[in-house]
Structure formats: C-alpha cells, structure tokens
C-alpha cells in the first residue's frame, strides 16, 4: 500500500555525492531565512487565508516545521524512530502525498466538517462573558528569527474584559475530537478507558481540567504562542454535548528546548528531503547533521 511500503535501499547517487548534497541543504535553509529577511516581526502570508484549502498554504509549510506536526517531527530523531516511520512522515508533511487515506479516516472528516460549529459555539460563549468579541480567521504565521517553522492558528481572538477598556489578544485552538460527539468533553473521563486516557489531551488534576503537557496539541500551542508572539490561547474541545475553553499561557520553560530539538530535526531530516526526494521516491531517507 503506498505510503506504508518499506523503504528501498541507499540510492547510490545520493551516497556518492554527500558533499554536494549537504551544501544544496545549506543554501536551502539559507533561502528560507532569506524569504523572512524583509521582516522584523512576526508575520502572516495573506493567501494562505484559508489555510487546508489553499494550495499556498500547502506549498509554504511543506518545507518547514510546523506547529501541529512538532511533537512526531521531534521524534523522527529519537532511537526508537524507523526508516519506515521517517519516510511515511516525510510523503506526508513535506510532500503531501498519501495524505488522502488520513484525511478520509472518519475521526478526521469529523474534525474538519465541524470546526465552525465549534468555532461558533466558542464565540457565542465568550460574548456571554465579554465585550467586542472578534474572530478573525487567519493563514501562516512565521517569525523571521526562527524562519525554519510555521503554525496556522485557528484564529485570532480579541476582546474587552467588562470591567476594563483594555483590548486583549488571544490565539485560538478548537479541536472537534469524534471518540467525546455523544458526551460533553466536560466528562472525558467517564468514558475513555485507562489507556486512552494516558495519551488524552486533557486531565483532571484535583478536579480542575487541564491540558495534558505532554500531548502534541501543547506541543502545538506553545509554538503558536511563541512564532505570534501572542503568549495566550484560548484551546477549545467541542462536542455537540458542550463546550471546555482552556485558557493556555505560553511557557518559555517548555517550549525553549522542544524548539531547539524541532529545528534540529528540521536540518537533519526535512532538509536533506527536500534537495534529495528520497521518502518521495520511497528510499531511505537521509539524516545528516552538517
């Protein structure tokens, strides 16, 4: 099945030139700092607007670092990580390709299909509580100093606490997760056996729900907060039962590490995949640290 095939061996050609392999990956990576150069702050590409449904979008992130895929590009450099595993994660992050048998996976469609319904009932239940509530849906964001990565945020939410005329600024994060549709996510553990709940996003620490630290969707967050430099996000779980808003701050403690190892992965791995196409021809992707 393609996408899952074992890779095949060393492509010859590839092992030979090594030299001229590693200086093309030094002029790409230097192309991507020169695409930021222009810019002092962080930024967002207006035609990536849209985000999945724009073919922009897809063509910029592919060969960056992005804020949903951190946490498993991060692990493409752990021990346990396989030849396999890294060039299925390369077809799909960097190349787009088999992309269409996770995206019909049904946990998936229902995600997609009702995020504004969740972004709905957010905005509903935020305007309950303060003033001059405004979602803007947003694309791409970078930041010059870290040109390696990219995140699409949800949104941007601004708003006006009742009691101040402070305008305040948040990212948002909505997730539409199928194994809660039939219960408010309010009561994910009543439902979700032993297992599922050690890899859940959420937890409950003395009653107070709270978001798993170590879940790819903190991963995600804290490098949204970082790359936007807007150091709160609004992380919403929806079902059709009801609604959680967490409010998450930005933790410099967590994510200063994870975004030194998530550009590292990004040179070894992503980079020599982009100038050789090796998992796109279904070969032994290359790691290298130059």
Same mark, same amino acid.
């Given at each position: ?6 890779p ?10 090594l ?10 990576l ?15 590409i ?6 999945r ?18 946490k ?12 396999n595993g ?14 269409e ?6 946990a998936?469609?229902?995600?997609i ?11 509903s ?22 040109y ?10 601004s708003?006006?606490d009742?009691d101040?005329t ?20 309010a *009561?994910? +553990?009543k439902?979700?056996? &032993?297992k /599922? ?6 937890? %409950?620490v003395k009653?107070?729900? =709270?978001?798993n630290r170590?879940?790819?969707f ?8 970082d790359?936007?430099?807007i150091?709160?996000?609004h992380?919403?779980?929806w079902s059709?039962?009801g ?7 930005? *933790?410099? +403690?967590?994510?200063a590490? &994870?975004? /030194? ?6 040179? %070894?791995?992503v980079?020599?995949? =982009?100038?050789?196409?090796r ?8 790691v290298?640290?130059?």
């Open positions: 099945m393609e996408g899952t095939d074992t095949a061996s060393m492509d010859v050609d590839d092992v030979d030139n030299g001229q392999v590693i200086e093309q990956c030094k002029d790409y230097a192309s991507l700092k020169e695409f930021c150069q222009t810019m002092t702050e962080p930024f967002y207006l035609e990536t607007i849209g985000q449904e724009r073919k922009e979008w897809h063509d910029l992130r592919g060969p960056r670092a992005t804020a949903s895929e951190a498993s590009l991060i692990g493409l450099l752990s021990k346990r990580s396989t030849d890294k060039m299925n994660w390369l077809r799909r992050n960097v190349w787009g390709l088999d992309k048998k996770i995206e019909s996976l049904k998936v469609q229902y995600g299909e009702n995020e504004p319904r969740a972004v709905a009932a957010y905005e239940d935020l305007r309950s509580r303060v003033e001059l509530v405004k979602v803007a849906e947003t694309g791409m964001w970078m930041k010059p100093m870290y390696q990565l990219s995140c699409s945020p949800d949104g941007i939410v708003y006006c009742r101040s402070d305008n305040c600024s948040v990212l948002l994060e909505v997730k539409c997760l199928e194994v809660l549709k039939e219960i408010h996510p *009561d994910f +553990d439902v979700l056996n &032993k /599922q709940l050690a890899s859940f996003c959420l937890k %409950k009653g107070k729900i =709270v978001l170590n879940h790819k903190n991963y995600q967050i804290q490098m949204c907060m790359l936007c430099e150091y709160r996000c992380f919403v779980v059709r039962k609604i959680v808003i967490l409010e998450i701050e930005y *933790d410099d +403690d967590f994510r590490p &994870k975004r /030194q190892a998530l550009i590292e992965a990004h040179r %070894k791995i980079i020599p995949e =982009v100038v050789t196409k998992a796109f021809r279904k070969l032994v992707p290359l290298l640290d130059y």
